[in-house]
């Protein structure tokens, strides 16, 4: 192993969703914007392969690499945070480890030892750290779940053996915890923190760094305090208290005494160069005489994670564009044309299974009708498709993943991909080209021939009916190489209406919004 790899873990205690995968993402941040090459990896204890098939109204969206790993949504901060692309091995999953390691216990390859969770397991996870880490100055691994959790135990065990076999000074602990607010007393309380740094004690990790969360600012006492109760340098708490945007965390930590702990930490003292994220800062607080509203045609309602690269990718393309933004959500089950008619736009998202389709077909032909701009991602273009086809007198197209039994199938399984319907990783997943059209509007958009980005489905546009999309109105603006897939459509009478059978959002960046929404958010203001 390169000798010279420093390694931050971050982990979590008191409560899950404290902001854990922000602050290493920041924390990250900084330590690029010092000039340090940095990379970045989530360890997840739970039993899953991937998170292929979790359910996303509970965990969140599955975040999709370019090399087609289906991955839990923190990795989307990372490479929003970041500005870097990631793969399968930057999430690692107890999953994943333990079939491997039960697959290698059933070739025989112990050679007659008992497989064990220590050293077995937790020799898999330093293992899957370290190639992880290749190459860079800093890697950062952030541990899923809190401290204390069953399953997460070998992982707590694998990052405190991990800086006895390296080398102390090769690593930092970061604690990330919660200090919650006592309406009825009025007063915040460090007792859950303190036990959460005793967990972590009694695991024999002492941290360096502990993060305090809280809802809204709290006292430097309880800093103190959780410093003197936890074991921990002053130096070493840092006070993060909600702010109104997670891009505002990187300077945060720059600015705060943590600064030297990371400095002496890294061996180097430059100053972070945080002049881009400022700014970003500033556009993002800017009241703005222009607003649009993209209406978000969703069918999970209640948790916003579940779109979050869409959203994200939205708010990006608003700042570049210096307009205000409210993303309205529409129930795709209830949606009826009247909330189509109250937004500047539509945005189709990614989405699996019959539930709120008919609303999301309805958004596309209402689009279509109505010259609204229209952008549709992966299920978003195969909504486009059954509108378009449906407008020519195709009553009933529809995508065999919502109605087997259609006659106009114009969304299928291709033939030879039949019988893979509801398998983990089955799906076309990660980075496929794609050729435009001459002259289309994606060619305008992207400012090229031709495109790659990010997959992740089962269903494909049947060519078959291609004349009759047509008549709907809707065409083929981007091909794969061979011609054997449909990867872009557009509406030619629409002036803005464009689907991708990919995935845009995951590519978008805070600072380098990706031209599809950028296109969505100027027809917007075009529009109004
Ligand atoms: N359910 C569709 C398919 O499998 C679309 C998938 C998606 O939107 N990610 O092809």
Known sequence: MDKQI??????????????????????????????????????????????????????????????????????????????????????????????????????GKFGGKTVQLIPHLTGAIQQAIITAAKGSDVHIVEIGGTVGDYEGLSFIEAIREFAHKVGKKRCLYAHV?????????????????????????GFGIVPEIVIVRSDKPAPASIARKIALFGGVDEAGVLMLPNVDSVFKIPARIAESSLMTILNTFTCNVAPPQLDAWADLALRQNKTHRESVIVGLVAKYMDNEDTYLSVTEALRAAAWAENVGLTIKWINAETATKRD????????????????????????ATYALENNTPYLGICLGLQTAVIAAARRAGLADAHSTEFDPATTHDVVYIMPGQEGKESTGGTLRLGNYPAVFTARSKVAELYQNDHATERHRHRYEVNQYYLPQIKAGGVVVSGMSPDGSLVEFVEAPACDFFVATQAHPEFRSRPMRPHPLFTGLIRAAIDKK
């Open 6 to 107: 420093k390694f931050i873990f971050v982990t979590g205690g008191v409560l899950s969703g404290v902001g854990k995968g922000i602050t290493a993402a920041s924390i990250g941040a900084v330590l690029k914007a010092k000039g340090l090459s940095v990379s970045i990896q989530k360890c997840d204890p739970y039993l899953n392969v991937d998170a292929g098939l979790l359910n996303p109204a509970e965990h969140g969206e599955c975040f999709v690499t370019k090399d087609g790993a289906e991955t839990d949504l923190d990795l989307g901060h990372y490479e929003r945070f970041l500005d870097i692309e990631l793969t399968q091995q930057n999430a690692t999953l107890a999953g994943r480890l333990l079939s491997n390691l039960i697959a290698d216990e059933r070739a």
């Open 177 to 201: 915890v919660y200090v919650p607010f006592i309406g009825t007393s009025k007063e915040f309380k460090s007792k859950p923190a303190q036990n959460a740094l005793n967990d972590l004690r």
């Open 340 to 363: 189509f008619a109250n937004v500047d736009a539509l945005l189709v998202p990614g989405g699996f299974g019959v539930r709120g389709v008919d609303g999301k077909i309805a958004a």
